[in-house]
């Protein structure tokens, strides 16, 4: 597979520059070898790559996850990746992390308002945008069979012992920010979270061969 890197946005790639994959444990290793071997398998066979991030409740951890990896797969030059996320219930994409998001460079439209909005995610000027919204992680939306189940919080972990049509379940937990809501903290917190989120999904990507 040819390896076409693309152009991210300069704010984002001046936060990748400063990713650091040595913070990342040995241990903390080992739970994302899985990821890595699931996308390597993939793009060996010259296969789509499938990502559901799921969470409860599909509107921080999971979001996050899912456009870092989107990212992720854009900076390597990993093609045929659509990330995906959805939660055991649809809530609404919190706006704490789409601001998070926007603060780290990312170009982010109100494409609809209401309870539930749906935000365009823009990483680079020629790609087209991540669409943003809460759903569950098997709404129609999402793909139905031949995709990765990616679980970033325990309770959607213990939650969902089953999820139809995915290939493999790969739970890679991450502490919920939400727990810093209304505090002084909480800014700090979501940029913490998403900068973590971030090391991991592009540490995973980096071990990839095309």
Known sequence: MTSTKTT???????????L???????????????????????VSSGKEIRLNLICTHNSR???????????A??????SNVICYSGGTEA?????????????????????AEGSNPVYAIKYAENEH?????????????????EFAAILTCSSADQGCPFIAGAEVRIPITFEDPKA???????AEKYEERSLQIAT????VFSKINL
């Open 180 to 186: 810093f809501d209304n505090t002084p903290q909480q």
């Open 20 to 42: 650091n994959f040595e913070s990342i444990s040995e241990n903390r290793k080992i739970v994302l070898q899985p990821l890595v071997d699931y996308i390597q398998s993939k």
């Open 8 to 18: 991210l946005f300069s704010e984002i790639e001046t936060i990748i520059s400063t």
């Open 200 to 203: 991991e999904m592009f540490y």
């Open 129 to 145: 945008p991540i669409i943003g919204f809460s759903k569950t992680f098997d709404d129609n939306f999402n793909p139905q069979t």
């Open 91 to 111: 809530t609404a994409m919190f706006p704490m992390a789409a601001k998070t998001l926007e603060k780290q460079g990312f170009q982010i439209k109100t494409i």
């Open 73 to 78: 797969a854009a900076h390597y030059g990993v």
């Open 61 to 71: 951890r999971s979001h996050l996850s899912q456009v870092w990896a989107q990212t």
